[in-house]
């Protein structure tokens, strides 16, 4: 008989190293550095954040690395236990086309573009030693069936709904289990003192985030949104220490406060809502500023909104920290894997004001059911409060890209 969990009918790893399709990579990322370089008056720190994102494919295993395929997953917990975290969510459209060749039907672009990663050897992916995949959609929910062809792979699963009341409990004894396993991996428990030291690491990053954003509040051409999500995802998507990115990222805030605008802008001001933009899928986020729009808040779970938030407590024990990083990573989600969309609209609604927005987009990702269903009741309770909302829907070809360009053009001129 087999053992509990283990998938009899496992195959061997797929492999598909094309070096065409290598090569599509690698343009598009080039691509999109050169469209990030040609930002007049950018921040001479954005260099690092640009070199990060580069090598992060490259960076050999210092540690015991795992791979998380969402925001849902506490990476203090990995840290904690002496091991390497990153990303491994792709947005690169010729990823996709290789994810293709096992999935083949209608599924995300996210998840084709992820499986795609896996099929080169050279790959951030190919170095992780496990894989934490939370069980967020049935996209996930069956590419970790995929990848446990390739890697050890945790599932973690998540409550239908977000009421710490009924559920608390229960996502604590799922923490401790992710503990255990990360501690299997690395070979190293996390203990009170080290959770604390890595909470402490995540609590300085959003620190200078949130600094960041409010001067971007203020004068968002300070830095654009662009760099702003290329900055933050290098923390990511790449398995180099934090503490590198955060000496990084205070020379960054010393530019950006510098920064004194020639003019007062009259550029709209926009919220960007929905699904997540990886990486180098900054599609809509090019055609926004290229139509004369920046965009000053975000709730998307690749942005700045993703590292906001610290986990915070007053208590010291090693249970007190693991229910703060569940009530900042899982509770305190505005992910639409839940039955209620209710924080996300309520961070809506917060931002627009706070940011002092014009206008909000409502970004889904084609074949993403879950931020679809939710389009309906987030346009109209912004309409009911008379607020400009456009949805756009759209995956990582570039083929839509002027009728997009024509359809934000109009938003725009209404705002």
Not at 176 to 186: D, K, S
Request: hydrophobic fraction near 45%; aromatic fraction near 6%.
């Amino acid at each position: 008989m087999k053992p509990s969990g283990q998938n009899p009918y496992r195959l061997p790893p797929a492999q598909a190293d094309n070096p065409g399709n290598r090569k599509k990579q690698q343009f598009l990322e080039d691509e999109q550095f050169r469209r990030l370089a040609e930002t007049p008056g950018r921040p001479a720190a954005m260099a690092f954040f640009e070199e990060r994102l580069r090598r992060a494919a490259a960076v050999p295993p210092a540690k015991p690395r795992l791979g998380l395929l969402c925001n849902l997953v506490p990476v203090e917990l990995i840290l904690a236990a002496g091991g390497e975290a990153v990303r491994l969510d792709c947005g690169n459209s010729a990823s996709v086309m290789a994810g293709e060749e096992i999935l083949s039907g209608d599924v995300c672009p996210l998840a084709k573009a992820t499986l795609g990663q896996f099929l080169r050897p050279d790959s951030a992916a190919s170095a992780c030693d496990a894989l934490i995949v939370p069980a967020t959609c049935d996209a996930k929910r069956k590419l970790a069936e995929l990848l446990a062809d390739y890697k050890p792979v945790f599932i973690l699963s998540l409550p239908a709904d977000k009421d710490p009341d009924r559920h608390a409990a229960a996502v604590a004894a799922e923490l401790r289990r992710l503990a255990a396993f990360i501690a299997g991996v690395t070979g190293r428990a996390a203990t009170r003192a080290s959770l604390r030291a890595a909470m402490a690491l995540t609590g300085r990053r959003s620190d200078l985030l949130r600094r960041i954003q409010a001067v971007r509040w203020e004068k968002p051409r300070a830095l654009t949104a662009r760099d702003l999500f290329a900055c933050v995802q290098s923390s990511l998507l790449s398995p180099e220490p934090l503490d590198t990115w955060l000496e990084a990222a205070e020379r960054l805030l010393v530019e950006v406060e510098a920064y004194t605008p020639e003019r007062r802008s009259l550029r709209p001001r926009l919220l960007l809502t929905g699904a997540p933009m990886v990486w180098p899928n900054f599609k809509v986020l090019n055609l926004l500023e290229e139509c004369g729009a920046d965009v000053v808040a975000d709730t998307l779970c690749t942005g700045v909104e993703s590292c906001l938030e610290p986990a915070v407590t007053d208590e010291t024990s090693f249970d007190a920290l693991l229910r703060a990083l569940a009530s900042r990573s899982i509770f305190g989600a505005i992910c639409p894997c839940f039955t209620t969309q209710t924080t996300r609209i309520n961070r809506v609604l917060d931002l627009r004001e706070q940011a002092k927005a014009d206008g909000v987009i409502n970004y889904s990702l084609r074949l993403c059911q879950p931020f679809d269903l939710e389009s309906y009741r987030l346009e109209r309770v912004l309409k009911d409060r008379r607020f400009p909302v456009m949805n756009l829907r759209t995956d990582y070809s570039l083929e839509d890209t002027e009728q997009l360009r024509v359809r934000l053009e109009a938003f725009l001129e209404t705002l």
